[in-house]
C-alpha cells in the first residue's frame, strides 16, 4: 500500500490487506505492509520484511503467468521476493540497482550491526548472482557491480526527463509568475529544494547557508517535499530564528515542471561520502530540464554531468560558506543564471530524455525474452 515517503498508508489505502486497480491500463495489486515512519533497525526491517513476504506469497497466487520479474533494490528483501516469483513463474529475474546496499546505510550510519551487515551482503550477492539481467542507475553502481561479477551482463539504465513535459521559455515565464504568486514569492530571489528530506541529503548544511544569507531580505529559500528528516528540520529553522526560509508540503509528481519555474537556483545537496561520487539524484535531471541553474554540492559523477552541461556551480559538499557563495554569485548574474538554464535544459533534453531510456532498456528485455524463448527450443528439441 502506498506509504512513502511519510512512512503511513494513505488514507485511500488503510483497512486493506489487498487491492487491485487498474492504472492507465496496468493492472497493480497492492498489499499491506507495515508502515513506520522509525529510524530504529528494527522496525525499518519489520516494514521491508513485511511487504517483501506478503508481496511474494500474494504474487504466486494473484499475479498470473510472466516472462519477466523485475524488481528493484533496495531493500534486499524485496529482492529476494522477486528472485522466488522468477522461480515460482520460470521466467526471468531482473534486477535493477537504485542504491548500493548494504553499504549506502553502512555508509550513513543506519546500518551498525555486523551480523546483520553481514547477512545484508551476503544477500546483495546472492541477487547479482541469481538475476539474469541487472540494470544500475549510475555509472558507479554499473562499475562497481561489474568489478566484484564479471561475468554479469550490467547495463546503464539513469534517470532523465520527460522532454514533452518541459516548459518552452514562454511558457516557463507565464507558469513562474502563477506559481510565485500562489506562494508568495514575488519580487524575492528564490532557492528552493525540492524532493525527499532525508539522512543522505543532509539538508542542515542548506539551512547553514540561509543563515548566512539571512542578512539578504530578498532572498527566501523554499522546501517542497517530506522525509523523515522533514520534522526536525523544521524545528531546527525555527530555533535558529530562520525568516528566509519557507517549508512546503509534497506536491503532486505533475506539477513539478511549474513548481521548479518559480525557482531562481536549485540546490541539490548529498552527504560528503565516497560512496555519494556515484550518486546522480533524480532531481538534478528535473532541475536541469526546467531550464534554472543549479547549486551542486555533490562530488564525482553528478558534479562531472552539471561541468560537462555548463548547467550551474559544483561546490564541496557539507560547505554551507561554498554554498552561500554560489548562490549569491548566481542573484549577481541574471545572464549567468539564463545561459545556465537553458544550458542545462538542452543537454539532458539531449542526453537524458526518458523516452529513448525506455526504448534501449525495452529492447533488452524483448531481448532477454527471445534468448529464453530460443534456449527453451533448443532444449526441447534436444529432448526430442
Known amino acids: 500500500m502506498p506509504n512513502y515517503p511519510k512512512g503511513e498508508i494513505f488514507e485511500d489505502y488503510k483497512g486493506h490487506i489487498l487491492l487491485d486497480e487498474k492504472r492507465e491500463g496496468v493492472r497493480v495489486i497492492h498489499t499491506w505492509l507495515y508502515a513506520t515512519k522509525s529510524k530504529k533497525i528494527v522496525p525499518r526491517i519489520a516494514n521491508f520484511i513485511s511487504f517483501a513476504v506478503i508481496a511474494a506469497l500474494i504474487g504466486m497466487v494473484k499475479a498470473g503467468p510472466q516472462d519477466i520479474v523485475i524488481v528493484e533494490s533496495p531493500p534486499l528483501f524485496l529482492g529476494l521476493s522477486g528472485w522466488l516469483l522468477s522461480r515460482w513463474k520460470k521466467c526471468r529475474f531482473v ?179 565516497r560512496l555519494f561520487c556515484g550518486a546522480m539524484p533524480s532531481k538534478l535531471f528535473e532541475c536541469m530540464g526546467s531550464g534554472i541553474p543549479v547549486v551542486v554540492a555533490i562530488e564525482g559523477e553528478a558534479k562531472s554531468l552539471v561541468e560537462r552541461a555548463q548547467g550551474g556551480i559544483c561546490v564541496e559538499p557539507e560547505s554551507a560558506v561554498a554554498m552561500a557563495k554560489a548562490i549569491l554569485a548566481l542573484k549577481g548574474d541574471r545572464a549567468l543564471r539564463r545561459v545556465m538554464g537553458e544550458n542545462g535544459r538542452e543537454f539532458v533534453a539531449c542526453h537524458y530524455d526518458r523516452r529513448k531510456i525506455v526504448q534501449q532498456f525495452e529492447q533488452s528485455m524483448l531481448t532477454l525474452v527471445s534468448n529464453r524463448s530460443g534456449k527453451d527450443a533448443e532444449s526441447l528439441a534436444s529432448r526430442a
Open 95 to 273: 534486477l535493477n540497482v537504485s542504491d548500493l546496499w548494504p553499504e549506502s546505510a553502512v555508509a550513513l550510519g543506519v546500518l551498525r550491526n555486523p551480523p546483520i551487515i553481514h547477512l545484508a551482503t551476503r544477500i546483495e550477492e546472492l541477487l547479482y548472482r541469481r538475476a539474469d539481467f541487472i540494470t544500475g542507475q549510475t555509472e558507479g553502481i554499473v562499475a562497481s557491480i561489474q568489478k566484484r561479477f564479471p561475468d554479469k551482463s550490467v547495463q546503464l539504465m539513469p534517470n532523465g526527463v520527460n522532454a514533452d513535459s518541459l516548459l518552452s521559455p514562454s511558457e516557463r515565464e507565464s507558469t513562474r509568475m502563477r506559481v510565485r504568486t500562489e506562494f508568495e514569492l514575488t519580487d524575492r530571489f528564490v532557492v528552493g529544494y525540492a524532493g525527499l528530506h532525508g539522512l543522505a541529503q543532509n539538508l542542515n548544511t542548506t539551512l547553514d547557508a540561509a543563515q548566512i544569507l539571512a542578512q539578504q531580505k530578498d532572498i527566501v529559500f523554499v522546501f517542497f517535499g517530506d522525509g523523515p528528516e522533514k520534522e526536525e528540520l523544521i524545528r531546527d529553522s525555527n530555533r535558529r530564528g530562520l525568516d528566509n526560509v519557507r517549508f512546503y508540503p509534497p506536491q503532486a509528481a505533475s506539477r513539478m515542471p511549474e513548481l521548479l519555474s518559480a525557482l531562481d537556483v536549485a540546490v541539490i545537496p548529498l552527504r560528503k561520502h
